[in-house]
Nanobody, 125 residues
Framework: VQLQASGGGLVQPGGSLRLSCAAATFDVDSYAIAWFRQAPGKEREGLACIDNSNFPTYYVESVKGRFTIDKDKRQNAVSLQMNRLKPEDTAVYYC???????????????????WGQGTLVTVSS
């Protein structure tokens, strides 16, 4: 199982970034894919998950209304559109799957078995 996360970078507060998680060895339409982030010195936290029916779930109150998870079938990828970014959004962002149809574990990282390599998002002026 291979996941490739990309799209991170440096952005000013209030700006936007779009992360992508490309799957090389399976069809993203068939399984749930989640996005996580880990800031320095903090635990990895689940942000959002999208299941095989394209139903999204958002786990962190602070990203609701600013982040959108979606599937890009042409690219066989799952995106995370991040708007109105804040300095506290600075973290390494990861995508993950457990090759199950539904989102699991209420966003806890231990519920996911396969991980992308992470992409760094830095929000700073």
């Amino acid at each position: 199982v291979q996941l490739q996360a990309s799209g991170g970078g440096l952005v000013q507060p209030g700006g936007s970034l779009r992360l992508s998680c490309a799957a090389a060895t399976f069809d993203v339409d068939s399984y749930a894919i989640a996005w996580f982030r880990q800031a320095p010195g903090k635990e990895r936290e689940g942000l959002a998950c999208i299941d095989n029916s394209n139903f999204p779930t958002y786990y962190v109150e602070s990203v609701k209304g600013r982040f959108t998870i979606d599937k890009d079938k042409r690219q066989n990828a799952v995106s995370l559109q991040m708007n109105r970014l804040k300095p506290e959004d600075t973290a390494v962002y990861y995508c993950a799957t457990s090759l199950r149809e539904y989102c699991r574990g209420n966003g806890h990282h231990l519920a996911y078995d396969f991980w992308g390599q992470g992409t760094l998002v830095t929000v700073s002026s």
